[in-house]
């Protein structure tokens, strides 16, 4: 099979009966699907919220807390100023230790 040649045919109505597929080429493009199609195919995806990836959320604060109050970091993030606070002393207990 000569998936670029299939691929080159395809259309958003094409991809009805993916409904994960399909919100993923009326939203991004037909060329994210090609791609997930030629580098991915049979691939089962699960796309975590971003709030859950603490790495990406500890790191984003500790590098941006010169830059703004922890009352903007917590409104950015989705948290409560108790919890940003909670990650600034950990990290700066951190440093010390």
Do not use: C
């Amino acid at each position: 099979m000569n998936k670029n040649i299939l691929l080159e045919n395809l259309q958003l109505t094409d991809l009805e009966i993916y409904s994960d597929m399909h919100d993923i080429g009326a939203e991004s493009g037909l060329e994210i699907v090609k791609e997930l199609y030629l580098k991915h195919e049979g691939l089962r995806l699960y796309v975590p919220s971003l709030s859950s990836n603490k790495s990406l959320i500890e790191r984003f604060i500790t590098e941006n807390k010169n830059k703004y109050s922890e009352h903007q970091l917590a409104r950015f993030i989705g948290w409560r100023v108790d919890q940003v606070r909670f990650i600034l002393y950990k990290r700066n207990k951190n440093n010390y230790s």
